[in-house]
T-cell receptor, first 111, second 115 residues
Framework: DAKTTQPTSMDCAEGRAANLPCNHS???????VYWYRQIHSQGPQYIIH???NNETNEMASLIITEDRKSSTLILPHATLRDTAVYYC????????????FGAGTRLFVKA | EAGVAQSPRYKIIEKRQSVAFWCNPI?????LYWYQQILGQGPKLLIQ????????DSQLPKDRFSAERLKGVDSTLKIQPAKLEDSAVYLC?????????????FGPGTRLTVL
């Protein structure tokens, strides 16, 4: 079973920030939070990952709470092309790590 | 760099027939994954290879599914015989541990329809 809980769907207006929450209350100390997204008819695409510090790259920002039990993926200026299913995953970075995808959050960006 | 290649992109078969999918990972990636994605669900890991050895196949239905990774590069996933519930997209992904983290690169998938 997935170790994360995400809302089923969310809407966002084009040009506004999209904030996608994820709960991972059973995360262990050496597990990372990864985010992937899947645009219709494509394979999932890596977005960002983090351990405990906030992270930012050219695609998004990842905010992890101090207790690491939840996180938020932020798309600062959502575009129509960001409409996709977003998956939050917790996993180890080494060894025989297993990636378990939940159902994800379906984000609809509207014009 | 070239991405993960998969073929065929689409396949339609009748139940009890056999089918095989092929995956060519990104050059140099030691780890290769096969996922099954049923419509409306997230991908489910079927099998994970590290080079040509199996790391995890706990969710592979071994009575009908088999996979191999020849020489630690290309991989083939086979279903024999197929059932209606095998209709899904089969995704291949690869990764390396360069940089100390595990970003998986996914191919476009093979959409299988079992009639």
């Amino acid at each position: 079973d997935a170790k994360t809980t995400q809302p089923t769907s969310m809407d966002c207006a084009e040009g506004r920030a999209a904030n996608l929450p994820c709960n991972h209350s059973t995360i262990s100390g050496n597990e990372y939070v990864y985010w992937y997204r899947q645009i219709h008819s494509q394979g999932p695409q890596y977005i960002i990952h983090g351990l405990k510090n906030n992270e930012t790259n050219e695609m998004a920002s990842l905010i992890i709470t101090e207790d690491r039990k939840s996180s938020t993926l932020i798309l600062p200026h959502a575009t129509l092309r960001d409409t996709a299913v977003y998956y939050c995953i917790v996993r180890l970075n080494t060894g025989g790590f297993k990636t378990i995808f939940g159902a994800g959050t379906r984000l609809f960006v509207k014009a | 760099e070239a991405g993960v290649a998969q073929s065929p992109r689409y396949k339609i078969i009748e139940k009890r027939q056999s089918v095989a999918f092929w995956c060519n990972p990104i050059s140099g990636h030691a780890t290769l994954y096969w996922y099954q994605q049923i419509l409306g669900q997230g991908p489910k890991l079927l099998i994970q290879f590290q080079n040509n050895g199996v790391v995890d196949d706990s969710q592979l239905p071994k009575d009908r599914f088999s996979a191999e990774r020849l020489k630690g590069v290309d991989s083939t996933l086979k279903i024999q015989p197929a059932k209606l519930e095998d209709s899904a997209v089969y995704l291949c992904a690869s990764s390396s541990l360069a940089g100390g983290y595990n970003e998986q690169f996914f191919g476009p998938g093979t959409r299988l329809t079992v009639l």
